[in-house]
DNA sequence: ATAGTCAGGTTGTCCGGACAAAGGATTGAC
DNA sequence: GTCAATCCTTTGTCCGGACAACCTGACTAT
């Protein structure tokens, strides 16, 4: 599988081992005076690598005590760096093989985003409408989701979020009170999720559910579509780390417009 | 928060400290004769204790250091056990407070997991119908998704899962040839996945896109649904450790019966 | 009473080393 | 020439220790 290179290695180093270490040709290095982690810093160095190109699909990495030694840290530093990149799926790592950089394109494992980021990464500069932003009894079921008496106030926030002019999802959300101040004016030029964790709740986990149905009439009205057309719908209860419930939604979206993609990796 | 329990132990360990370290009172134990990592022994004890309600949400898990102690591991060992947990959204780690178990209900952070093992673990008993399974040339859309030539012979896999008697999903699937045999009796017994984990492919990734449209006439007829119902539907591409795309499928599902329900975690 | 300070406790980071396990390649025997 | 045994490389696991960063609660001074 390997020709046998003309390896003249005296002590002339010409590239010792030039097709199996491919961040021996990478300007790689750490600041020790940073406040940020060193496994950190080189963990970003290679995704950053990686992302560029300079480490193609298939690389191998070079070994863990060579590269230590390389960027004068230790061996666990260097392995802590390669294992975050290793649990984002970039790279796979092979017992007497080394570390390669993984082959297919993996983009994002589907990380707790909110729709107005989503969008905005995809260059459609969302906007939206505040259809409703108020305080009223929870409903039972929004009570069960969010972990509160049935009754109790909680602010309903209504939206309709439009790309280019036109409709494509309405989102209804419920969230208990006392969290934060939803101001309309803000709803209206951010998302949710932002404004969540600009108020210091550092998001944790949510539980969703995706399906489809039919529009009802009120429905299709508001999303432009006629009564009886195919809707994606999403419920989504999100909780912080401290484990509170700390919003409850329900999305529906034009299933011409939307859809859900992402990729994920299988847990070891 | 936590009530000081009467454990009338043995020889008077009066329980040192029963309001922080709620693994005081846990058996804890690692057999270093097994093969088995002790790190992982340890990970499954906890993950274990959580499942079972020993370890409450919310109780502080004690520090590592006397943990390690306890156990006669080292402390780094510890770490990777809980580390793996963290991973997993069970436990959650405070700089100069300490770990303890997640509030909220953790259940599965959505895995590449196969329809038929999810209805499985639903105790649902799910029946599989196999309409077709041929070899024929992959059209473009196929070719593109697992990355071979157009006009190439792929496997054509066609199913049609039933619950109760009842059809819940059609499954298109594409796979490269050569990869394994399919064989029509273990692909009604039993799913797709298995199948490849049982030849020896180890999964990495997947890419996936949930949509909803209307059914068309033919599509009604096999799904029991009346054209222009609404169906969900669901692409994916699944890649194995090497990078290459191992099966593509295209999926509908009835939405009265199946809907997509995950949860998530912040990466961090 | 309030605010700032300090000390104790806990996790976060990092180091250096050691041996085991697995995969690949070479070597040897037949 | 083919197959098996062996060696080498590389990652996997584990240890013990050290210091830094951070949170909490108590104490002190205002």
Redesign the pocket.
Known sequence: ??L?VNKCHGYARAVP?PE??STASLELG?D?SS???????LSQQLEAAIERGALTPGS?????????ARL?????????A??SL?DKGLLV???????QVVHSQVKRPLELSSLYDDLEAAGQRPATEVLANVLEPAPAQVAAALQIAEGAQVHRIERLRLTHGEPMAHLCNYLPTGLFDLDSGQLAATGLYRMMRAAGITLHSARQSIGARAATAEEGERLDEPPGAPLLTMQRTTFDDTGRAVEYGTHTYRPSRYSFEFQLLVRG
Do not use: C, H
């Not at 191998?60 to 230590?68: K, P, R, S, V």
């Open positions: 599988m390997q046998p081992k199996v270490d750490v020790r406040p940020v982690p060193l496994y950190f810093q191998l990495l070079g070994n863990e005590i060579e590269l230590a004068g840290l230790s061996r666990p530093t260097v392995r802590q390669i294992q290793v790592r092979r017992r007497g093989v080394g570390t």
